[in-house]
């Protein structure tokens, strides 16, 4: 089959669709709603210039520009799918081309920050209600979705997933004497909240607790993280690693025996995913998001959204007393990973989807 995948031209997880779809012999595009870089499929540019800026900066009103330059694509194209990522960016400018066999797919903050605005409100109730398909990532994407009066038979609630091969270590450094070995790969914006993180660090310093903390990407926030770590003596203990390739994300995982995620809202995070993949234990906020994939005191430690202090107590607890349980636990964590977060097994739930909505036409 043909199919157009739509989103803004950086958007981070787009590639994999790319990817698994080309390699199954689909005849796959992208079309860009923002600068994009090569994708490996033939980008067509919706957006205004010609080149890839990696500075370039998007907002709404240039999408609804782009969107319909994007109909103007399309209409070329005729592809059989059209799949809109990000339903603020690619799920809107799918509504302005109104294409019957389209599928969107909700990432997270595009629901979770705009449900709460009346104009975007109404405005997902249009984009998702003329979908064909609806993905959500995540079980709390999946309720709020519902609470907009989409009807359930519309909905799809899986993630991408992640090669489990890729991060899949045998992790060796659960044992005492324990160092905490912690990483963060979150982008430096608003919503990932390093500031908490951060704090937290400065408590476990005073308390004379060794630590190590690598902090993987950039972001907005970036050089204000870096100034507080100056200002506050945590130089010796902090690592900066700016933007990092996800393929070779393992080999920082490889350093490190903990995740963290301050994360004030989340789809199911593929992060999150990955490290666990890659044997680390996660300490992460007590969101719905994380709810629906970990257990508290189980096969995870949950601190309060924006409490520091709460979080360097569980990260004490964590190297004092929680330490025995972590082998098990990193195994059946990794168990969990293959059983939800499987790409291949995701991407043929994906593509029977696609099938299903060009059936009728058929």
């Known amino acids: 089959m043909k199919i157009c995948f739509l989103s803004a ?11 698994y779809f080309k390699e199954k012999g689909h005849e796959v595009h992208f079309i860009a709603l923002s600068p994009s870089p090569e994708r490996n ?3 067509h540019n919706a957006w205004e210039g010609k080149e890839y800026d990696v500075r370039a900066k998007s907002n709404k009103y240039k999408y609804i520009k782009a969107a319909f330059r994007a109909r103007k694509i399309i209409k070329v194209l005729q592809p059989d799918i059209i799949h809109a990522h990000y339903v603020t960016s690619g799920g809107l400018a799918a509504y302005i081309i109104h294409h019957p066999h389209t599928i969107v797919t909700a990432h997270g903050s595009d ?7 009346p104009v975007w409100r109404f405005l997902l109730k249009r984009i998702l209600g003329r979908a064909a398909a609806i993905n959500v990532v995540s079980r709390e994407l999946y309720d709020k979705v519902l609470q907009l009066g989409i009807p359930a038979h519309k909905l799809h609630n899986f993630n991408v997933g992640i090669n489990y091969e890729t991060f899949f270590q045998h992790h060796a450094s659960h044992a005492a004497p324990y160092t905490l070995k912690m990483v963060c790969n979150r982008r430096f914006e608003p919503v990932y909240d390093h500031m908490t993180i951060l704090k937290a660090l400065v408590l476990l310093k005073q308390k004379n607790v060794p630590f190590e903390m690598h902090f993987v990407g950039g972001g907005s926030l970036k050089e204000a993280a870096e100034k507080f770590v100056q200002e506050n003596g945590l ?8 933007q990092v ?67 360097a107590e569980q990260l004490i607890y964590l190297r004092s007393e929680f330490l025995g ?7 059946e964590n990794q168990q969990f990973v293959v059983r939800e977060g ?21």
């Open 245 to 311: 390739q996800n393929s070779a994300q393992p080999g920082v995982f490889e350093k490190c025996n903990t995740y963290i995620s301050s994360s004030l809202s989340d789809g199911t995070s593929l992060s999150l995913l990955e490290a666990m993949a890659a044997g680390l234990f996660p300490v992460v906020t007590d969101i719905v998001a994380n709810k629906a994939v970990l257990e508290h005191n189980r096969s995870a430690l949950f601190f309060p959204v924006c409490d520091s202090g709460n979080l």
């Open 235 to 242: 130089d010796k203990y902090v690592t900066f690693y700016g």
């Open 111 to 117: 629901i979770n920050a705009s449900v709460k605005s």
């Open 9 to 19: 031209g950086t958007f981070t997880h787009i590639q994999p669709y790319i990817d």
């Open 325 to 331: 349980r972590l082998p098990i636990i990193i195994s």
């Open 342 to 362: 499987n790409r291949p097994a995701n991407m043929q739930k994906l593509e029977k989807i696609y099938n299903e909505i060009i059936k009728p036409a058929k």
């Open 41 to 43: 499929v033939p980008v």
